[in-house]
């Protein structure tokens, strides 16, 4: 699998990144391990994790996916691209959460404990935290890469404006900036395409995305009505945020639209999500989760099968509305 440039860096990822959140919880640590081996047997070198990971577990089960990864990884780490988060909560303790300096050292020294590591390759602050000063943040992060603990730093969630402040103060202070960002990007969500995209175009940060499958809705194999049991739309705590962004009637009619254009490309419809994803010329690499190793094939295939560019401006028109949000009523 050709590797691609991480943003303005001379660092080098595969152009899909294995996403981890299903470790632990949805998916136990044989089926974790089976997933892991697949994707790294596919050329898969760059794999993302969160501190607060495993998503939808019961409080108190933080960490037991990087723990997972941990010992999988220690034998082979320097194979491997690995990238943490930390900001939401892992203890008790309000000083336990958040962007703060506080918690961004401590939350690091536990990710790399359970990581079996000694360095986190990339760092990221997986949400903005409004009760931090965004300089005591980045002068943090500035710490822990001089610390050598960090090797380059992003941020997850992020608006358009937060980004541009954070790289502007970054630019005052003197410090590392954030060299990607991890937003939510698929068919069935476009928004990040009218500034945040822009943005990173300009100043040349890596686009990781998460969710190009939309959860799994954009695979073609839910109807409307209940969601399927056992699936990202019924599972833990996490359940009715995915309910909330994708279960949604103009959702499934637009997959409706869909299918017949990824049937006559001979692609199914989770490849073609992807393909479509990749076509982006400012995406760096995609973040795929699984639960099954044999989940991970269509992203696969959808790296060595780009879409033409007639295609891809056919699936933009039929999902232009996403671009702006005002879809689900």
Known sequence: MKHVRFGRTGLKVSPLCLGTMTFGYQCDEDTSVSIMDTAAEAGITFIDTAD???LGAPNGQYGSTEEIIGRWLKPKRDRFVLATKCWGPTGSKPWHMGNSRHNIMRALDNSLRRLQTDYIDLYQVHFWDPNTPLDETMQALDDVVRSGKVRYVGCSNFLAYQLARALGRSEVLNVVRFESVQPRYNLLFREIERE???LCDDENLAVIPYNPLAGG????????????????????????????????DAMFDSIEALQPIAADLGMTMAQMSVAW??????????????SRPEQLADAIRAVGTPLDADVKSELDRLTHEYRFGDHIQ
Do not use: C, M
């Not at 409307?224 to 994708?246: D, I, M, N, V, W």
């Open 52 to 54: 607060i990971y495993p």
């Open 196 to 198: 945040l995209l822009p």
């Open 217 to 248: 809705l954009l695979t073609g194999k839910h109807s409307k009505g209940a969601p399927t049991e056992g699936t990202r739309f019924t599972l833990g705590g996490a359940s009715q945020r995915y309910q909330e962004r994708y279960w949604h």
């Open 277 to 290: 994803v990749l076509a982006n010329r400012t995406i760096t690499s995609p973040i795929i989760g699984a």
